[in-house]
Nanobody
């Protein structure tokens, strides 16, 4: 069992930046593929980005490409989501997720992930 804890959310003006962190309780963090998802009120949970476990390949949802960046620090059991040029449409609860499957290509479906954090709120004002 792995616990994931997100942090770094908050209120920011449009054009601003935030960095989200997701720290895992597992000492074998390096075995997990990691993903970020978000869910706005009355909307489905949607893919933001993910990083594969071994290949290190990263993929992003089209609307965040060029603005968001995922990185991981296995020594700290932490994955990051750097969000720049934020827009009001980015307002949502952001979740990190983990799975032990060794994908070559990052997975974008929530169903592919076994473990989830509790989420952190990101609010972008116009």
């Amino acid at each position: 069992q792995v616990q994931l804890v997100e942090s770094g959310g908050g209120l920011v003006q449009a054009g601003g930046s935030l960095r989200l962190s997701c720290t895992a309780s597992s000492r074998t963090f390096g075995i997990y593929g990691m993903g970020w998802f978000r869910q706005a009120p009355e909307k489905e949970r949607e893919f933001v980005g993910a990083i594969a476990r071994t290949s290190g390949m990263i993929d992003y949802e089209d609307s965040v490409k060029g603005r968001f960046a995922i990185s991981r620090d296995n020594a700290k059991s932490t994955v990051y989501l750097q969000m720049n040029s934020l827009e009001p449409e980015d307002t949502a609860i952001y979740f990190c997720a983990a799975d032990t499957t060794d994908w070559t290509i990052p997975r974008s479906s929530p169903a592919e992930y076994e473990y989830w954090g509790q989420g952190t709120q990101v609010t972008v004002s116009a």
